[in-house]
């Protein structure tokens, strides 16, 4: 597709339960990045790919939180045992090279409800 | 830690005036700072993106400046329209070792331009 895609919108589950969000990066790019979004609060970084390895995971909350991106192109967040806390908006950006003067371009986010 | 600060939190203005959205950050070593816009329920949009040798960039009605080592970016729009209405969010991306390619961001500016 033309831009970043992620599924699905929006999520809701129960507290406890298993969740898996998806991101679809710009085909071609090698850099992927997950980050989350609380109710007025500017994006946190929770882990940045470079093509199928994670070259950084250290904004990860905990280890209830992991990501795989097992081909270099589709991203799967996983959220074991969610809690309320972890409601948020989580948003998947990639961009062209692992090139730091590259902009990264951003999907619409998958909103994460707990309840 | 690298902190982004955006003044003022938000800002509501008529249509026609010319505006400017303000970025501060506390550690001068980046590689560039981006400028987004999201709307309401809403991905992340890249306005603008300035590379740390730089000192500013335009697009359109938008023209951001960079004065890195004070740790200052502004963000002018001229001429506002209501279409403007949107939150505004500075991003700085670390040039440290061991946060490479991560972006950080500010809380935002909510913008409301009214006819």
């Known amino acids: 597709g033309a831009g970043v895609s992620q599924t699905p919108s929006n999520k809701v589950t129960e507290k406890g339960k298993y969740v898996e969000l998806r991101c679809d990066p710009i085909?071609?790019?090698?850099?992927l990045y997950w980050y989350r979004q609380s109710l007025g609060q500017g994006p946190e970084f929770l882990i940045y790919?470079?093509?199928?390895?994670?070259?950084?995971d250290s904004g990860l909350p905990n280890d209830r939180f992991f990501a795989v991106r097992p081909e270099g192109s589709v991203s799967t967040l996983k959220i074991q045992r969610t809690e309320r806390g972890d409601s948020a908006v989580y948003l998947c950006?990639?961009?062209?090279?692992?090139?730091?003067?590259?902009?990264?371009?951003f999907g619409q986010g998958t909103r994460l409800t707990v309840v | 830690k690298q902190e982004v600060t955006q003044i003022p939190a938000a800002l509501s203005v008529p249509e026609g005036e010319n505006l400017v959205l303000n970025c501060s950050f506390t550690?001068?070593?980046?590689?560039?700072l981006q400028w987004f816009r999201q709307d309401p329920g809403k991905g992340l949009t890249s306005l603008l993106l300035?590379?740390?040798?730089?000192r500013e960039q335009t697009s359109g009605r938008l023209n951001a400046s960079l004065d890195k080592s004070s740790g200052r970016s502004t963000l002018y729009i001229a001429a506002s329209q209501p279409g403007d209405s949107a939150t505004y969010l500075c991003?700085?991306?670390?040039?440290?070792?061991?946060?490479?390619?991560?972006?950080?961001f500010g809380r935002g500016t909510q913008l409301t331009v009214w006819p």
């Open positions: 950006a990639s961009s062209p090279t692992g090139n730091m003067n590259t902009e990264a371009f």
């Open positions: 790919f470079q093509g199928t390895g994670a070259a950084d």
């Open positions: 550690d001068s070593a980046i590689y560039n």
């Open positions: 991003a700085v991306n670390s040039d440290r070792g061991s946060t490479l390619g991560r972006l950080y």
């Open positions: 085909s071609g790019h090698t850099a």
């Open positions: 300035i590379q740390s040798s730089q």
